[in-house]
């Protein structure tokens, strides 16, 4: 008796070819999430300025001239999209990624101990070169918002634009208010 070729014979190469496909395409997610998941993870070594501490630890071998300590620094908190809106609304009504505060003030040779709460599912930075930092804020949630600490230490007075550099909503981005805005510094 001969085969069909669309028979059983046929049906089972076209599982095979399934097969293949559903593991390429889980094999690729899987490079493609570590992948992202490492150069995020050299990105924010590599924009960090200064050293990277966690803040349960101290250094050692740090000087107290050198390195203030957290208690020193002066605390500031940050909010990426809060509740209860998930964001700012704009002058159309409309509700728009944002930092929140975007503008504040700070006092120059002063230490700020910056937190960023993100209640965003996406990632964001809190950048400013003129004040030498680029902190990647990792992503969160509205129930859980990650929480991304880093430092500032101005040494003059002066006005400093700071801006989100991860893509992420488009008009907020060229807004100030939003996702970028400024720092005030006094003398």
């Known amino acids: 008796m001969a085969r069909d070729p669309g028979g059983e014979a046929g049906g089972g190469r076209l599982g095979r070819g399934i097969l293949t496909l559903v593991l390429a395409v889980l094999v690729g997610s899987g490079l493609l999430f570590g992948l992202t998941a490492g150069v995020g993870a050299i990105w924010h070594v590599v924009t ?52 929140v505060p975007a503008s504040f003030t700070m006092k120059a040779n002063k230490t700020y101990s910056v937190t960023v709460l993100n209640y965003d599912t996406a990632p964001h930075t809190w950048t400013s070169p003129s004040l030498g930092v680029n902190a990647l804020i990792s992503p969160g949630s509205p ?5 991304t600490t880093f430092t500032i ?15 992420c909503d488009s008009w907020a981005m060229s807004h100030n208010g939003f996702m970028r805005g400024q720092v005030t510094v006094v003398a």
């Open 48 to 99: 960090t300025t200064g050293p990277v501490q966690s803040p349960s630890r101290s250094t050692p071998s740090a000087s107290k001239s050198a390195m203030p300590s957290m208690s020193a620094a002066i605390q500031v908190r940050l909010s990426v999209n809060p509740p209860p809106l998930g964001g700012v609304k704009g002058p159309n009504g409309q509700v728009y990624d944002a930092f």
């Open 143 to 147: 129930s859980s918002p990650s929480h």
């Open 153 to 167: 230490h101005p040494k003059a007075a002066g006005v400093f634009v700071w801006f989100c550099a991860t893509p």
